[in-house]
Nanobody, 122 residues
Framework: QVQLVESGGGLVQAGGSLRLSCAVS????????IGWFRQAPGKEREFVAS????????DYRNSVKDRFTISRDNAKKTVYLQMTSLKPEDTAVYYC???????????????WGQGTQVIVSS
């Protein structure tokens, strides 16, 4: 069955950096757009960033533009989210999602990982 496995979360001070990884298996990776979403306690899951199948189309929520960078390595079937200048409001569980032929931008994608916790201390 399709698996998406996130890693790279952790505790970091405000202003710090983390790189999240999303390793995908059991699907034709190059056919799928991948998105990152996050969910803070008591809040709805929200879109963070997405990338198309070839990596030449990117999208970000406004609050992370210029701080986060999404990229993919199709040979490794992995998508990355480089997060810099982290803020306490970035604290959340981060999930990756896969959707065929499109860039996931809403929480309706069919395939999800289990999430990785990011905590940014002030």
């Amino acid at each position: 069955q399709v698996q998406l496995v996130e890693s790279g979360g952790g505790l970091v001070q405000a202003g710090g950096s983390l790189r999240l990884s999303c390793a995908v298996s059991k699907l034709t990776f190059s056919d799928y757009g991948i998105g990152w979403f996050r969910q803070a306690p008591g809040k709805e899951r929200e879109f963070v960033a997405s990338i198309n199948w070839s990596g030449d189309m990117l999208d970000y929520r406004n609050s992370v533009k210029d701080r986060f960078t999404i990229s993919r390595d199709n040979a490794k079937k992995t998508v990355y989210l480089q997060m810099t200048s982290l803020k306490p409001e970035d604290t959340a569980v981060y999930y990756c999602a896969a959707q065929q032929w499109t860039m996931p931008q809403s929480p309706t994608s069919p395939y999800w990982g289990q999430g990785t916790q990011v905590i940014v201390s002030s």
